[in-house]
């Protein structure tokens, strides 16, 4: 091996060099700002770190600030396994969701452009601040509720729901589509990018796929899952992935915002430390998992 | 008769002459389709409008006065329509400074950033060295770790900023670079910025599909590595340098957690908008001099202005830019 790369022409040795130098910024910046500060975290997590007279004092302490995680801390677990659960479900109702109206916005009809700047409209204004503002908007909430509670009987969604309630099959899972259903405004808003990222996949495929099943008898139906359906696969893991990230990664989240408090307002950077690795490991896990689940079925046709 | 013949006879047919040709498939079809594109249509129509809705209402609910918000009768259209609101939010959130320092802030992070990430997505797009794909899957960890991980060791990173020790050596004491933008920048600098991961792969999968022939060219004709770059790459990469600037541009604008994490003591729009109830409060406090509970519904009255001054830019950036925005998105996710 390595005579071979003593072989390299020089071209090849110099291009080598330019490359590692073009990319050098990054490895920078990801040894220093990230490898360092994850280590660096995690030995904290593992300690007790006191703050005192302008310096830090790190007494290893064990999995101490673990276990203050798990049994001492009243609300983390809780906020832990609610974030987890509610990620899952919103993660699977945004892919659907998309996956529908890219399959919408993929027909030919008048306006078009418009819906499609409209429905990424979320992606420019509900970014940071803005979306732990929305969604802890109280006046919005107390109005939904009043307006729940005057208009009774008139309400669609509630007529059905009960419907479903009172067919007993699986009344748990419906519970959750009900949860979405109610919330199909987070939904949308946090589904812009993925919309895009299935309609530039819908629109690779080629018209003569769909024209020779059509020939050969294939319902609309069939050559969804027949064709489309394998064709924007890798969509699906690439959209997936990005989900879930921006899932977690969004301000309003409720582990995120322990960590913060228990880290600024407590100055507890142990504390703080464990917490975040456990959801980070968390959050990472469940990626993995569910990417390697998604990319077995994954088809490339080329 | 001809084909063209029967073409043109065929057209002159009423609508159902040729259905009854058809043997009634032509209505059906077409029955059909009017079904379908309305069908479209409503559901559509429900969900741009579900969309937008919260913004028409933060507009009427911004001229409102406190008097309109707590009269029934008005729904959308205030009866006493007021500027007040958007002053008082405005004075709120230290509007003329918050705004000339994101500006500045937004717009020197943003090239910042994009020059950084530029490099590096060109870097891994066209130059084949060893452990490339190993760097690559660290650039997809960047997109995969949460910042809020690292948060509280780059709190004290900053907090006790030395280089390899050398400022203890020399001033006997580390610095403190907590409240000052510097991190930031260097971070920026490190493509460790906000969704900098992110941007290095849209420009790396830009940089994949332009051909090669005009490089190699270059390189035959003696050009370097880095003027081929900046002369011939670069020229043809701005529609992506454009969409990714104006998305790191539009998400700095926003951000919340880098902000409070490295600009804390900076008056931002981002920050000023996230605290805007609570200094909406103290104002009233000084003013009646008492300390008062603000009702829900104003306090959401002029936390409904202050978004709306925040976004407003970010709307017109949006109108204008919108191709911009999408097309560099679609072109990212074709190919892994």
Not at chain 2, 177 to 188: D, T, V
Request: contains cysteine; aromatic residues 12%; hydrophobic residues 50%.
């Amino acid at each position: 091996m390595s005579k071979q790369n003593n072989k390299l022409a020089g071209l090849q040795k110099r291009k080598a060099i330019s490359g590692y130098l073009f990319i050098s910024p990054f490895i920078i910046g990801f040894l220093v700002f990230l490898i360092k500060p994850l280590i660096e975290s995690l030995y904290m997590s593992f300690c007790q770190v006191d703050l005192a007279a302008g310096t830090v004092t790190k007494t290893f302490s064990g999995i101490a600030n673990y276990i203050f995680a798990f049994r001492v801390d009243p609300e983390y677990t809780r906020l832990l396994v609610e974030e987890v659960s509610r990620m899952m479900v919103y993660s699977l109702a945004i892919i659907v969701f998309s996956f529908f109206v890219a399959l919408i916005l993929n027909q030919e009809f008048k306006g078009r452009a418009l819906v499609r700047a409209i429905f990424f409209l979320p992606v420019i204004l509900s970014s940071g601040v803005i979306v732990g503002l929305e969604s802890n908007n109280e006046l919005i909430a107390n109005l939904a509720q009043t307006i729940e509670k005057t208009t009774e009987g008139v309400s669609v969604t509630a007529a059905l729901e009960n419907v479903l309630r009172t067919a007993g099959v699986g009344v748990r899972a419906y519970e959750k589509v009900f949860e979405v259903i109610d919330n199909i405004y987070d939904v949308a808003l946090a589904s812009g990018i993925q919309i895009i990222i299935f309609l530039s996949g819908l629109q690779t495929i080629s018209t003569s796929m769909y024209e020779a099943a059509d020939i050969e008898g294939c319902t609309k139906w069939e050559s969804l899952w027949k064709i489309t359906f394998p064709m924007v696969s890798s969509m699906f893991l690439v959209n997936w992935i990005y989900t879930v990230v921006d899932f977690c990664m969004r301000s309003d989240n409720k582990v995120i915002e322990k960590i913060q408090k228990v880290m600024i307002d407590q100055q507890q950077y142990g504390n703080a430390s464990a917490m975040s690795w456990i959801y980070f490991v968390l959050v990472l896990a469940f990626v993995g998992i569910t990417s390697l689940l998604i990319s077995k079925r994954v088809y490339y046709y080329d | 008769m001809t084909n063209a013949e029967a073409l043109v006879s065929y057209k002159k047919m009423s609508f159902w002459e040729r259905n009854k040709l058809s043997g009634g498939y032509l209505l059906k079809k077409k029955a059909l389709e009017r079904a379908v594109s309305i069908v479209r249509f409503i559901l559509l129509f429900g969900m741009c409008f579900m969309i937008l809705q919260p913004i028409f209402n933060k507009i009427s609910v911004s001229f409102m006065t406190e008097q309109d918000l707590y009269n029934p009768i008005v729904i959308s259209i205030p009866v006493h329509p007021t500027t007040a609101n958007y002053r008082l939010a405005a004075e709120l959130m230290n509007f003329k400074t918050a705004v000339v320092n994101s500006l500045l802030i937004s717009i020197t992070i943003a090239l910042l950033q994009i020059a950084m990430c530029t490099l590096v997505g060109y870097g891994f797009a066209r130059f084949n060295f060893p452990l490339k794909k190993f760097w690559f899957a660290c650039v997809l960890l960047v997109i995969l770790i949460p910042p809020q991980t690292i948060a509280s060791s780059l709190h004290l990173h900053f907090r006790y900023f030395d280089i390899l020790g050398l400022c203890k050596l020399i001033t006997g004491a580390t610095i403190n670079l907590r409240g000052s933008k510097l991190p930031y920048y260097l971070m920026s600098a490190g493509c460790m910025g906000l969704k900098n991961g992110l941007y290095i792969y849209m420009i790396r999968q830009y940089f994949r599909n332009i051909p090669g022939d005009l490089e190699e060219a270059a390189y035959v004709d003696g050009c370097g590595t880095l003027k081929t770059f900046l002369v011939i790459m670069l020229p043809q990469a701005k529609p992506i340098l454009t969409s990714c600037f104006l998305f790191a541009f539009v998400w700095q604008w926003t951000d919340g957690f880098y902000s409070r994490m490295f600009l804390g003591s900076t008056k931002l729009v981002s920050t000023g908008l996230s605290r805007i109830v609570d200094s909406l409060g103290a104002y009233i406090q000084r003013i009646n001099g008492v300390k008062t509970t603000i009702s829900i519904a104003y306090s959401n009255c002029i936390l409904a202005t202050g978004t709306l001054i925040i976004i407003v830019p970010l709307i017109v950036i949006y109108l204008f830019a919108q191709r911009a925005f999408v097309e560099s998105i679609s072109s990212t996710g074709i190919k892994m």
